[in-house]
């Protein structure tokens, strides 16, 4: 009798699952308009309960952990993938841990030393690829910044030896794992599917590979590099326990699987972006030779704070392309909706769509229109309600302060106990992505128009339409 309103649909189980699926920004805001903020619809049988705008995010990413519960949703797809005991696959308790330890090697001096790293991987990775040889050429840009991602975060976070590892095995063994990662996953995760089986396979020799690694450094008794791995083998539970070896190398895959998705997307929608405004792109040339010199040395992690025009553009696509369209939580116990009379039961799964109150033009003026410069504060497409994070109460939930609103319209990290620990990790590696392709390239849509492709929602994450063509062209 409290339950919200169900959408209308024709087929039990099926349900609203097919338009949902083939776009569900969509599938929000049509709803949205019919039956508010608060609505539940049939995902594969499932009553899910979508809340959307600043209360819904609010309600659903600062939910209490007596009522809310991630794991229970995303475990069948993510143990697999990552392998046992990490993240999804032991209590909440033990993730804010591993949190913690996994953001203590992400620091200011870590990324001072990543910056070089990944401008050196952009550099050599256009120098020697074959489809960028000549003065101008047409190219599918999504694969590869797929590529440069993997490169780049592999290099910076995981060390130079795993890093040469995707040029021959390991680049094949994290696309099996890839496959894992399926929606259809939801319900097939269990059945040995071939993509399954390869999946099994891949989860083991890559853990394997880590794990040899680890055991390698012991044995030579290398502190070296204080990198990830290092910061991992050294870390010791609140119990007493150090961290065993398989969680060290299962906490390596899920590290770079949680950013290799979300990042290669972030950039390939950047670069659809530039080709439809290669007038955008020109500036973002003129910044760097007015802010770091018509030479261009080096980029240097301290650059990357001389160019807000690089950091918007990064900010801007993260508005209306954020690769993460829906948070799923399972509800643990009744939850009353602050403000309605409607109460949720245990028996629906909750999910959260940031992207909406993102793309609301009651907080972003002209909200459609890609626009970086209305992240500067005199632009008549200022933004208006988005916090500036720093100034905001902070909480710990054991992995470090982060905010404790959630009430913000921008939420591309999510918020509360689940937020993303990669968020400065991701920054830094795309606007040096970005700088380093700016120095080197034009862009501009094949036909010359500002037209930019559909989203891909096929996938957990969502990403650019394939074929997805540019027309590049080198600087002198
Ligand atoms: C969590 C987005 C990059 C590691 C999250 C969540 C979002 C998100 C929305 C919350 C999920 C939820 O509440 O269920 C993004 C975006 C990225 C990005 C948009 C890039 C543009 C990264 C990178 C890393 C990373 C590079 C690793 C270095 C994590 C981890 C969590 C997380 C460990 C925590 C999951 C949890 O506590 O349940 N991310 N992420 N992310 N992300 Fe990211």
């Not at 039956?35 to 309600?59: H, M, P, W």
């Not at 508005?319 to 309605?340: E, Q, Y």
């Amino acid at each position: 009798p409290n339950e919200p309103p169900l959408v209308f649909h024709w087929f039990p189980f099926i349900g609203s699952t097919i338009t949902y699926g083939m776009d569900p920004p969509r599938f929000f805001k049509e709803n949205r308009a019919k039956y508010g903020d608060v609505f539940t619809f049939i995902l594969l049988g499932k009553k899910t309960t979508v809340c959307l705008g600043t209360q819904g995010n609010e309600f659903i990413l600062n939910g209490k952990i007596r009522d809310v519960c991630a794991e229970e949703i995303y475990t069948v797809l993510t143990t697999p993938v990552f392998g046992k005991d990490v993240v999804y696959d032991c209590p909440n308790s033990k993730l804010m841990e591993q949190k913690k330890f996994m953001k203590v090697a992400l620091t200011t001096e870590a990324f001072r030393s990543y910056v070089p790293i990944i401008a050196d991987e952009v550099t050599t990775y256009f120098k020697k690829s074959p489809d960028f040889k000549g003065q101008s050429g047409t190219v599918n840009i999504p694969p590869k910044l797929a590529q440069i991602t993997i490169f780049t975060a592999s290099h910076a976070l995981q060390g130079k030896e795993i890093r040469d590892k995707f040029d021959e095995s390991l680049a094949d063994l994290y696309h099996d794992l890839d496959m894992g990662f399926s929606p259809v996953n939801f319900m097939l995760h269990w059945a040995p599917l071939p993509w399954n089986k390869r999946r099994d396979h891949a989860q083991r020799t890559v853990a394997k590979i880590y794990m040899d690694t680890i055991k390698a450094r012991r044995e030579r008794g290398e502190t070296g590099s204080q990198d990830i791995m290092y910061h991992l083998m050294n870390s010791t539970y609140k119990n007493g326990v150090p961290v065993p070896d398989h969680e060290v190398a299962h906490m390596m895959i899920a590290l770079l699987m949680a950013g290799q998705h979300s990042s290669s997307s972030t950039s390939s929608w950047i670069m659809l972006r530039l080709a439809s405004r290669p007038d955008i792109m020109e500036e973002l040339y003129e910044e760097q030779v007015r802010s770091l010199g018509a030479d261009l040395p080096p980029l240097t992690y301290e650059d990357l704070a001389k160019l807000p025009l690089n950091q918007a553009i990064v900010k801007e696509t993260l508005r209306l392309h954020a690769p993460i369209h829906s948070i799923m939580r399972a509800v643990k116990s009744p939850m009353p909706v602050p403000g309605t009379k409607y109460v949720i039961p245990t028996s629906h799964v909750l999910l959260s769509a940031p992207g909406v109150s993102a793309t609301d033009p009651q907080y972003f003026p002209n909200p459609e229109v890609w626009d970086p410069h209305r992240w500067e504060p005199d632009s008549p497409n200022a933004p208006s309600l988005v916090r500036n994070e720093q100034d905001e109460e902070k909480i710990d939930y054991g992995y470090g302060l982060v905010s404790k609103g959630a009430s913000s319209p921008y939420l591309p990290f999510g918020a509360g106990r689940h937020r993303c620990i990669g968020e400065q990790f991701a920054n830094v590696q795309l606007q040096t992505i970005v700088a380093m392709i700016v120095r080197m390239f034009k862009f501009r849509n094949v036909d010359g128009s500002d037209k930019v492709i559909g989203t891909d929602y096929a996938s957990l994450f969502s990403r650019p339409l394939e074929p997805a063509i540019i027309y590049w062209e080198k600087r002198d």
